[in-house]
Each structure stands twice: as C-alpha cells, then as structure tokens.
C-alpha cells in the first residue's frame, strides 16, 4: 500500500513526552519543607522529547536499560497512553489525539506483541476464542468458515498445530504462547507491529525460534516492527535501524552496522562493550560511574553528563541536540558535536 | 464438527471433576455432605406440589378444627399430618415444603439483583477509574453505613403503610427481593472492583485494547470471566444472609403474609403458641432454615479456601 510515496515515513513521532503524576489528588500534593507548608507537584519524567520515525519495511529497535522508557514509548504509539506533549503520525495523519473510534481503522494496520506471554492471553479463552475475536470484531463481514480459515491460516503461519485451537493458554509453553500471541496480532492483517521486548520472558533456546518467526513475517507480510528490546545480539540480528534511549530521550539513532561498527555517543559506546564477544580474551568494556539520575528531577544538561567520562561544563547547563553525523547517524553528544571524544 | 463439539462438552465435565476444584471437592467431606443437604432441601422446595401432600394455599383443604395437632412421634397425633399442625390447621410439611420454596426464591432472586446492581458497578468504577469510581464508592460507602435491616425495615413499612397491608401482601414478595437485592449491591460492587483494578493491569487486557475493542465488550468478555471466582464466592454467602434477612423481615411482620407463609412468617406465626405447648409450629421451621444457611454457608466456606490461591497447599 501507498508505495508511490515512499520519501514519507511510516511512523513519526514528533517530540513526544510522557510525564507520569507521581502525587495524585490535592491532599498527596502538599508537602513540609523547611516548616512551611508547600504545594508540590512531582512528575516522573518518562519520555522527554523523542522524535522518531520509522519507515515503510524496516525493523527500528528502540534499546536501553531498564527504565529508560522503551515500554512507555512502544505503548505511546500503541494509543495505551497519550503523550503529554508532541505528536504522533502514522502514514500522514495525526492519531494521538483521536478517540478510540476515530482509531479503529488503525488498528487494523497497527498491532503490539507484549513481554509477557503468560499474561497477554487471556486465560479464560481458548486459543480459538481468542484469535477469532478479533478477526469477526474488524471484519463482520466474514462467514463462521472463512473466521475458521483465519485462524487456522494464521495459526499455521506461526507454527501452532490449529488442532490445538481448543486449548486454553495455560495448556502451551511459554514459547507457543508468544507464537499465539504473534498469531492474534497477525489475525487482522496488520502492517506495522510494535514489540515489546517479545523474547525477554522466553527461554533463550525459545528466543532464536520465536525471533526466525517474526522475521519469516516480515518477510511474507511484508510488515515493519518497532522492536523494544534490551538484548544487543537481538538488534544485531534482528534491527535495520537502532535508536539508544537513555532516561527518556534518543541518544543515538543510527543504521545498525553503522552503529555496530562506529558507535559515537559515550553510552552507546559503554553499552556496546558490554556485549560479551566471543574472542574475549582481554575484556574492554567501559565502566560507568554512578547511577542513573532519578527521572522525577531531571537533570538541566544531558541527562548522562553524571556518568560521561567526557562532561564539561556545558553537558550540565545545556540539553544536547540530535546532530546528524556524515555517515547519517543522528547523536546527541556535546563532545561529539565538538569532536574531543579522540583524547 | 457436530461431534467436536460434544467432545468437547464431555472433557469440559471430566475437566471440572478433575480439576483442583473438583479433587478438593471429593476430599472434602464436609463439603459432599452439605452438597447433599442443600440439593435434597431445593430439590424438595421445587417438587414441593408434588411431594407435598397438602395445598397449603387452598382454603378449603384447612380445617381449623385440625389446628395444633402435634407431628406424628407424639401422642394425640393425627397420621395424615407428619410434622402436625400450625395454628390454622395446615399441614406444616406441606406449609413448610411451600415456604422454603417462598424463602429460597426470594434469596436467589434477591441476590441476582444484588449481583447485577453490584457486578456492573464494580465493573464500570473499576475499569473507568477516576471520578466515576470515586463517585461510586462513596454511594457504596453510605449504602453501608445504614444497615440492611433498618433500611429493608423502613421501605417496607412505609410502602406498607402507602398501599395498604391488602396489595402489600399481594406485592410483598416483589418488594422483599428489591429491598434486599438494593441494600446488598455494596458488598459485591467493593469485591468486583478491587478485582477488576488487578486485573486491568494485565497485559491482556492492553492487548484488547491494542486490538481497539470497546470498553464493554473488555469488561464483559475480558475482565468478568477473569474475576469470577471472588464472585461465586460472595454469592454463597450472599444467598445465605438474603435467606436470613427475608425470615427476619418477616418474623417482624414485614414480609411474607400468614396466608403465603415462608420460613420466616411460619416461625413467627407459631412464636405466639410457643408457651402453650405447640412448638413445633416454630421449631421445625426454624431447624430447616438454620440447616439451610448452614450447608450455604459451610459451601461458601469450601468455596473459599479453594478459589483462593494463597491457600494451595502444595
């Protein structure tokens, strides 16, 4: 679909932030400091001002440690929650602020694979119940046989036996469960999948096959994921495009060979050098300093001046901006804007 | 595919006798016991124009001239009344088949609107969230504050008085069911809803929504079967004390008329013979009642311990 105009990007997310209310109500909001009593709002900073876009057919890995917003992102452009400021565009048009009617025809074109594959399926519901649901919700149209052909179509294509339609979820390991999770957002025919972290539950001997799948989807179907995970070798497998997240915000974004072979942002290049290499006979890898700064009181400069062994003064007054490098990584790094990384 | 289906109904069965719930079940002789006891007593209230040998609302079977007549295992018995006689001369086997009928009706009916009432409130404040919720559990708050009795004593005493005790008792089985199906709906509204706020955090339910289904069809279909079990366990008790505050209403008078008698007004209509030497007027009634909420209860109890998982024992 809408191949004629390819320059336009599939998914743009335009400065989005997310700001969680920490203090809920009047009363949590006033608080003793210094024997006066004051009123307080504290948020915690989820999300702050990524921009992003995905294009038609590849596969944009979003990574990052835990609690760096990966899931927050992935579920901001699911429509779980709404962003607190920015904007969100699938294929042209705006859909964060629309009403969940106004979204219906999205979500047949936009689907989310979860982490959990033991809690994403309902375990009331047998694997049949739960894949035709969705199928006669979007498509009311279809006869009882051709609901049944989509299941068992879809069923076959992740490599669940479609006898086993009768089951309930708890009767499947947890690597089928996610091959039936993958099945149910396959049902729809979607075009643009969001995974969040679908393999970090799995047992590695499981991630590989569950992984193989999905891209024998992509493939065939031609779809185009926003993969959220944690685990670089997957990136490396699995991304065509890699974007670092680190409290919130992009700080890197980069084609993944270009980002494997020439990783510019000192937490990139920290996060890279933990990868444990098979010829590692003199491990280099980069020790951070400290601890991740709180995301209720965000730090005024770049918010990984605390642990960069390359902050001046202007990383702690001045936010960095996403740069666009020669070889078309976009970095946020006052030193690398400066190029005094070399020494 | 006809032949599927049934295949699956028969593994359903065996499913359920095989499950945690089903074995617990067995070993459970308590549990059995007061199974039987309550299937035999609603068995019996169902079939009760069968089994009953009396039609105690027929006036012309009563003879007030057969009134007080002790049950059969005392002297001066008449044998055609087996527990003997009330103080209008009706069988008390067949008043009392008649009224457990009465007073079970009244409870399950009772409680179904409780259920309904509660279920879609806890749903709605739960899944909704927000004023809404806080809107609702404050009604659920001053719901409780007031006593199921004193409000159920009030509405039916001014509606008495508003229609005249004539169409009251014409009505009264209408007006028990809705004043104790409307007092109760708090406690299953709380019970739902805290269900339904753990259970809105699961991932399934994002996933519906991912999928773009409304907030009914989540509710209905995703989050109610999921939070049945605290459900079925708060109906076994419910049923259990609609029972009683129907026998209460009316031993107070407020209930169920003499001529229509259920457990509760055979107790109180016998109360004024009680030191005259007619007991069983009173006692046998109330011996069938308190074995009734008994075994309710006692299931309600088995219930529990199994729904609950923190209480698996390996």
Redesign the interface.
């Known amino acids: 679909m809408n191949t004629n105009k390819p320059e336009k990007p599939l998914l743009d997310l335009q400065n989005v932030e997310k700001r969680f209310a920490l203090d809920q109500g009047f009363l949590e909001t006033i608080k003793m400091r210094g024997g006066k009593l004051i009123r307080e709002k504290r948020e915690v900073h989820a999300v702050n001002n990524v921009s992003l876009s995905v294009e038609r057919g590849e596969a944009l890995c979003v990574v990052g440690e835990s609690g760096c917003g990966k899931s927050t992102v992935a579920?901001l452009i699911?429509?779980?929650l709404t962003p607190s400021a920015g904007e969100i565009h699938y294929d042209g048009e705006r859909i964060d602020n629309r009403s969940?009617h106004d979204?219906?025809p999205l979500?047949?074109k936009?689907?989310?694979i979860?982490?959990?594959p033991y809690?994403?399926?309902?375990?009331?519901?047998t694997i049949q119940q739960a894949l035709e649901?969705?199928v006669k919700?979007?498509t009311p149209s279809l006869t009882r046989a051709e609901v049944k052909d989509k299941v068992a179509e879809v069923m076959l294509s992740v490599g669940v036996d479609p006898s086993w339609s009768?089951r309930y979820p708890h009767e499947f390991s947890g690597g089928q469960r996610q091959r039936i999770?993958i099945a149910?957002a396959l049902t729809?025919n979607p075009e643009f999948i969001i995974a969040d972290e679908p393999i970090s539950a799995l047992d590695v001997s499981i991630q590989a096959q569950v992984l193989n799948l999905m891209l024998e989807a992509k493939e065939q179907r031609g779809l185009t994921y926003l993969f959220i995970t944690h685990d670089l070798s997957v990136v490396q497998h699995f991304g065509t495009r890699v974007a670092v997240l680190y409290l919130g915000s992009v700080c890197e974004l980069a084609d993944t060979a270009t980002l494997f072979e020439n990783p510019k942002h000192p937490y990139t290049k920290a996060l890279l050098s933990a990868v444990p290499q098979l010829k590692d006979d003199g491990p280099s890898h980069i020790r951070l300093k400290g601890e991740i700064p709180t995301p209720i009181n965000l730090p005024l400069g770049c918010p990984f001046e605390s642990r960069c062994a390359y902050a001046n003064v202007r990383c702690e007054t001045e936010r960095p901006a996403a740069v666009q490098q020669p070889d078309g990584s976009l970095v946020a790094c006052h030193a690398v804007e400066e190029d005094r990384l070399q020494d | 595919m006809s032949n599927?289906s049934t295949n699956?109904e028969a593994s359903r069965f065996s499913r359920m006798w095989n499950s945690n719930m089903g074995y617990s079940f067995r070993r459970n002789p308590v549990a059995v016991v007061s199974l039987c006891i309550f299937a035999a007593i609603a068995l019996m209230a169902i079939f009760a124009p069968l089994i009953a040998p009396f039609d105690p609302y027929d006036l012309s079977q009563i003879d007030i001239m057969n009134s007080e007549y002790p049950p059969v295992w005392i002297d001066g018995a008449d044998k055609q009344f087996l527990f003997g006689t009330d103080d209008q001369g009706r069988d008390l086997w067949s008043t009392i088949l008649y009224g457990t009928r009465l007073s079970l009706l009244i409870g399950l009916c009772a409680v179904t609107l409780q259920a309904f009432l509660g279920i879609s409130i806890g749903l709605i404040s739960g899944y909704v969230g927000g004023r809404l919720d806080s809107l609702l559990m404050r009604m659920a708050d001053i719901q409780l504050s007031f006593s199921t009795l004193m409000v159920a004593i009030i509405f039916l005493a001014v509606t008495q008085a508003m229609f005249g005790s004539e169409t009251f008792n014409q009505y009264a089985i209408y007006f028990l069911i809705a004043v104790i199906g409307v007092s109760e709906w708090p406690q299953y509204a709380r019970t739902v809803r805290a269900t339904v706020l753990a259970e809105k955090k699961?991932?399934?339910v994002?996933?519906?929504?991912?999928?773009?289904?409304?907030p009914m069809?989540i509710m209905v279909?995703?989050i109610l079967?999921?939070s049945l079990s605290p459900i079925f366990v708060i109906s076994t008790v419910q049923v259990a004390n609609a029972i009683i505050s129907e026998a209460s209403l009316s031993f107070l008078g407020l209930g169920m008329p003499p001529s229509q008698p259920s457990l509760g007004s055979l107790i109180s209509s016998g109360f004024d013979y009680i030191f005259s030497g007619s007991w069983w007027i009173t006692a046998i009634p109330g011996v069938i009642l308190v074995v009734l909420v008994l075994v309710i209860n006692l299931l309600g109890d088995w219930m529990r311990d199994v729904l609950n998982p923190k209480l698996y024992k390996g």
Not at chain 2, 206 to 212: K, N
């Open positions: 579920r699911a429509g779980l969940r979204l219906l979500r047949k936009m689907q989310m979860f982490q959990n809690a994403s399926l309902n375990p009331r519901m649901e969705p919700y979007h009768a999770a149910r729809v | 599927f699956v699961k991932e399934y994002d996933s519906a929504r991912v999928l773009g289904f409304g069809r279909r995703h079967p999921n």
